[in-house]
C-alpha cells in the first residue's frame, strides 16, 4: 500500500468477541491495510459514530464509518486490486446475497448460543465486562449479570426464541454447516481458492460467535471439522499470496444456502418489511414451520431487502435474466418482490458508511440513532 495513502493506518474500533468486528477485521487483514484495533464499546462510539454500534473505524484524516457492509463496499472501491467483491456481476449479486444472509439470518442462532448456554453466557460476559466494561463504577459481577440478562431479553427470548423455536434456531445453525462443509470437499472458499465476499459475510458469525463460543464450537469441531480449518484458514489469509481464481459461475454446492435465503430468510424480511409498514414495533411469522412470535421490528432489515432489491436493479438486462433464473430455481425470487415499495427511508442520500456523528458532517446525533436503530445495533460490541 501506498506509505502517504491519507486514510491510513486505520483505527478498527470493537471488542475481540463482536460478530461484525471480527467480519470487518477480516476483510483489512486480507487486504493488508495497517490498522489498530480498539477495545471500545458501543456507548463511546455513539457520539463519533452517531450510533451505538459496533464496529467503528477510524480514517487517519479523521472521518469515521460505519456498518460493516458499506464500509467493505468502500474499501474495494478504494482498493480495487485487492477488493473482495467479485468483478463478475452475476457472481458479485449472489456474493452480497449471501452476506446479507450471513449477517441477519444468522445472528439469532449466534446470539442463542452465545447467551442461552450458561458455559457460554458465563465466559462471554465475563470477557465483555473484562474488556470493554472497566470504566463503569460497579462490581464485576453484577457488571457481568447485568449484560447476561440485557442480551438474553433482547436478543434471545426478547426476538423470538422460546421453546416453540428453539430447534429451528439450532437448526440454522446446524444446517449451515453442513452446507459448508460440502462446499470446503472440493474447494478452499465459497467461490475458489481465494477469498471472497461471500466468504467474509459468513466469517462473522462463523469465528467470533460459532467457532469461539463453548456450545457452538464444540459442534463444529465434532461436527464440521472443515468448517472449523476454513475459519483459520481465512484469518490467515493475505491477498499477496492468495492469487488464486474464482469461479465464473455460481457453484451448484450453494443450493442449499440459496434454498434457506428463499424459505426462511427473505421470507423473514417480507414480514418485517410488513410490521415496518404498519408501524407496528413487534410481528409473528411463521418460517419452516417454527412459530416465531414477537419479533422486533427492524428498519434495518427493511433497507436490507431494498438493497437485495437495488442490486438487482443495477445489473444489464443478460445479467439479471441469469440471476432471476437461479433465484427462481431456489424459490427467492417471488419474497424478493412481494412487498410493494418496502420504503425504509433509511440513507436516502446514499452518504453510508460514513458516519453522522457529533464530529462528523451529516445528520446530528439523535436523528441518526432514529434512522439506523435495529436489533443489531446496541450489541455489536456485547454480542
Same mark, same amino acid.
Not at 450458561?118 to 465475563?126: D, M, N
Not at 455460481?250 to 404498519?278: F, M, Q, R, T
Not at 411469522?285 to 436490507?304: D, F, L, Q
Given at each position: ?73 468502500? /474499501? ?59 470504566? $463503569? ?45 460440502? $462446499? ?76 434457506? $435465503? ?108 432514529? /434512522? ?12
Amino acid at each position: 500500500m501506498d506509505s502517504n495513502d491519507p486514510i491510513l493506518p486505520l483505527e478498527l474500533h470493537g471488542p475481540e468477541v463482536s460478530y461484525f468486528t471480527g467480519k470487518l477485521e477480516a476483510v483489512i487483514r486480507y487486504m493488508e491495510l495497517p490498522y489498530q484495533r480498539f477495545p471500545t464499546s458501543p456507548a463511546a462510539l455513539a457520539r463519533p459514530t452517531g450510533v451505538a454500534q459496533v464496529p467503528g473505524l477510524k480514517l487517519a484524516d479523521e472521518r469515521w464509518m460505519t456498518d460493516s457492509t458499506p464500509i467493505i463496499s468502500w /474499501l474495494d472501491e478504494r482498493y480495487p486490486a485487492v477488493a473482495v467483491t467479485p468483478s463478475d456481476p452475476v457472481l458479485a449479486f449472489f456474493s452480497r446475497l449471501v452476506e446479507d444472509w450471513a449477517d441477519e439470518w444468522l445472528w439469532r442462532p449466534a446470539m442463542h448460543y452465545r447467551w442461552d448456554y450458561k458455559e457460554g453466557a458465563q465466559l462471554l460476559s465475563r470477557i465483555l465486562v473484562h474488556e470493554a466494561g472497566q470504566g $463503569i463504577k460497579l462490581p464485576d459481577f453484577v457488571k457481568r449479570h447485568v449484560i447476561r440478562t440485557r442480551q438474553r431479553t433482547l436478543f434471545t427470548r426478547g426476538d423470538g426464541v422460546s421453546a416453540e423455536t428453539w430447534d429451528h434456531v439450532e437448526k440454522i445453525y446446524l444446517d449451515s454447516l453442513e452446507a459448508l462443509s460440502a $462446499i470446503f470437499e472440493s474447494r478452499p472458499y465459497l467461490l475458489g481458492s481465494r477469498p471472497s465476499l461471500a466468504d467474509f459475510g459468513l466469517f462473522g458469525p462463523m469465528f467470533r460467535h460459532f467457532a469461539m463460543d463453548p456450545t457452538s464450537a464444540r459442534i463444529m469441531r465434532e461436527t464440521a471439522p472443515a468448517v472449523y480449518e476454513w475459519t483459520a484458514r481465512l484469518w490467515n489469509a493475505r491477498a499477496s499470496r492468495n492469487d488464486g481464481d474464482l469461479l465464473d459461475h455460481v457453484p451448484e454446492d450453494w443450493g442449499p444456502i440459496l434454498d434457506s $435465503i428463499g424459505s426462511a430468510y427473505l421470507p423473514y424480511l417480507c414480514a418485517n418489511a410488513s410490521a415496518w409498514k404498519a408501524d407496528r414495533g413487534r410481528f409473528d411469522v411463521n418460517i419452516e414451520g417454527a412459530p416465531y412470535k414477537e419479533i422486533r421490528t427492524s428498519r434495518y432489515r427493511v433497507w436490507c431487502l431494498e438493497e437485495i432489491r437495488r442490486d438487482f436493479q443495477a445489473l444489464s438486462p443478460t445479467h439479471q435474466a441469469d440471476v432471476q433464473a437461479k433465484l427462481e430455481k431456489h424459490n427467492c425470487w417471488e419474497p424478493l418482490w412481494r412487498i410493494e415499495e418496502p420504503s425504509s427511508g433509511l440513507d436516502p442520500d446514499r452518504q453510508a458508511p460514513f458516519a453522522g456523528g457529533d464530529s462528523a458532517t451529516g445528520l446530528e446525533l439523535g436523528a441518526a440513532r432514529k /434512522l439506523y436503530l435495529r436489533p443489531v445495533d446496541t450489541t455489536r460490541a456485547e454480542d
